[in-house]
T-cell receptor
């Protein structure tokens, strides 16, 4: 089946630094990628949706200057948490779906997630 | 907004028991996902279904579109099934029918004791 690889799985950083999380589709073209955030014991919350080559669409309340999303190719999207602060500590998960007409088009494939801890 | 409710929130079972987790939603959907999230956080997609029933090994997922309800069953449960099971519904937002959103339930924490 389709695989989404997310890296790193865990990152600890100092307050004020920026952290980049990568999300790669390994065996399919990810025309759309989704970035989610999950707080302990909470549901996944969609942060933004990005289509390859286009600017990401952010959900209400998500700061686009804080969470920079780049989807420059059909297999890679990145989320950069800029000037991270302790309140940004969370579990970040990416997900990808393939092109319309592809057999797996309606399925979202999830990365394993990145646990960010900001000290 | 699509309200997704899962029940129960927590479920403890003995190894070998038959498990049922329920999911209901409020707005018509194009598809429903059942996901499994292990303690480390990684998410695995178990099923995507839009009608009827699907089976994979000891897992069975059913959906009733008219009643806006889905169930996930685990037969002969095993401690390795212990995880959070999440229901997520895919539904159209706005006009045009080309934009979709995935709304997640809060999950059901399953613990299977040996």
């Amino acid at each position: 089946g389709a695989v989404v690889s997310q890296h790193p799985s865990r990152v600890i950083c100092k307050s004020g630094t920026s952290v980049k999380i990568e999300c790669r589709s390994l065996d399919f073209q990810a025309t759309t990628m989704f970035w989610y955030r999950q707080f302990p014991k909470q549901s996944l919350m969609l942060m933004a949706t990005s289509n390859e080559g286009s600017k990401a669409t952010y959900e209400q309340g998500v700061e686009k200057d804080k969470f920079l999303i780049n989807h420059a190719s059909l297999t890679l999207s990145t989320l950069t948490v800029t000037s991270a602060h302790p309140e940004d500590s969370s579990f970040y998960i990416c997900s990808a779906s393939g092109p319309t007409g592809w057999q797996g088009a309606r399925i979202q494939y999830f990365g394993a997630g990145t646990r960010l801890s900001v000290l | 907004k699509n309200e997704v409710e899962q029940s129960p929130q927590n479920l403890t079972a003995q190894e070998g028991e038959f498990i049922t987790i329920n999911c209901s939603y409020s707005v018509g959907i194009s598809a429903l996902h059942w996901l499994q999230q292990h303690p480390g956080g990684g998410i695995v997609s178990l099923f995507m279904l839009s009608s009827g029933k699907k089976k994979h090994g000891r897992l069975i997922a059913t959906i009733n579109i008219q009643e806006k309800h889905s169930s996930l069953h685990i037969t002969a449960s095993h401690p390795r099934d212990s995880a959070v099971y999440i229901c997520a519904v895919r539904w159209a937002v706005g006009s045009g029918g080309s934009n979709y959103k995935l709304t997640f339930g809060k999950g059901t924490l399953l613990t299977v004791n040996p």
